[in-house]
Structures are given as structure tokens and as C-alpha cells.
């Protein structure tokens, strides 16, 4: 299975984005989300979604701004990011889990063994 994300560009400060992430198939993941890796940072969470009942998380710097969802039926995600700042620029990436991964391990990387090639945000002040 491949994932394929798409989305991303220049905007600036206080525009919206709207990134996808396809799959080619059912990548059986508990949860599918995105990261972003800043240049010189480590790969950070930006939110995840429960793939059966659709429940979210977010990591603190985006809520309220950016919201994430799935089309069980297309086997796609979204991350709809408004009120962008300079600081959310990074290569933002896709991301499916391991089928087992509990709530808790959702936010760790380590837990996610699909990924998408990265698309890359950049937002100008």
C-alpha cells in the first residue's frame, strides 16, 4: 500500500491549505494521520484520526486551526489548516498505523509504518 499526499504550497500568514493523503488501498492502520518535520526539528504530530469511528486528536499548537478528516470510502485524509503561521511551515507527511495502536501511542511516529512521500508548506509573513 502507498500514500500518496498532496496539497501543499506557498500561502501566507493567516491563508488556509488543504492537504490530501490517498492511499492505494486499505492499509488496515487504527489510526492515519499527519506529521510535519520542520528543517533542523525532529517529525512532530500535527493531529490523528481514529479510522472506524472517526474520533481526533491534536497536538496543542494546531487546535482550533487545523482539522482533520477521512472518506472511509475513498481511503483518503485531509488536514484543513486554517489561520496558517510562519511557524507551521514544514514538509508535512501522511501517515498510517500499525493496526494494533492504542490511543496513547498515537502520537508517537514510531507507531506508524505507512508513509506518504511528504508534501511540502511553506508560509510567508
Known amino acids: 500500500v502507498q500514500l500518496q499526499a498532496s496539497g501543499g504550497g506557498l500561502v501566507q500568514a493567516g491563508g488556509s491549505l488543504r492537504l490530501s493523503c490517498a492511499a492505494s488501498g486499505r492499509t488496515f492502520s487504527r489510526y492515519v494521520g499527519w506529521f510535519r518535520q520542520a528543517p533542523g526539528k525532529q517529525r512532530d504530530v500535527v493531529a490523528v484520526?481514529?479510522?472506524?469511528?472517526?474520533?481526533?486528536r491534536y497536538a496543542e499548537s494546531v487546535k482550533g486551526r487545523f482539522t482533520i478528516s477521512r472518506d472511509t470510502a475513498k481511503n483518503t485524509w485531509y488536514l484543513q489548516m486554517n489561520s496558517l503561521k510562519a511557524e507551521d511551515t514544514a514538509v508535512y507527511y501522511c501517515?498510517?498505523?500499525?493496526?494494533?495502536?492504542?490511543?496513547?501511542?498515537?502520537?508517537?511516529?514510531?507507531?506508524?509504518?505507512?508513509w506518504g512521500q511528504g508534501t511540502l508548506v511553506t508560509v510567508s509573513s
Open positions: 501517515a498510517g498505523s500499525r493496526t494494533g495502536t492504542i490511543l496513547s501511542a498515537s502520537f508517537d511516529p514510531e507507531n506508524y509504518n505507512y
Open positions: 484520526i481514529k479510522w472506524s469511528d472517526g474520533n481526533t
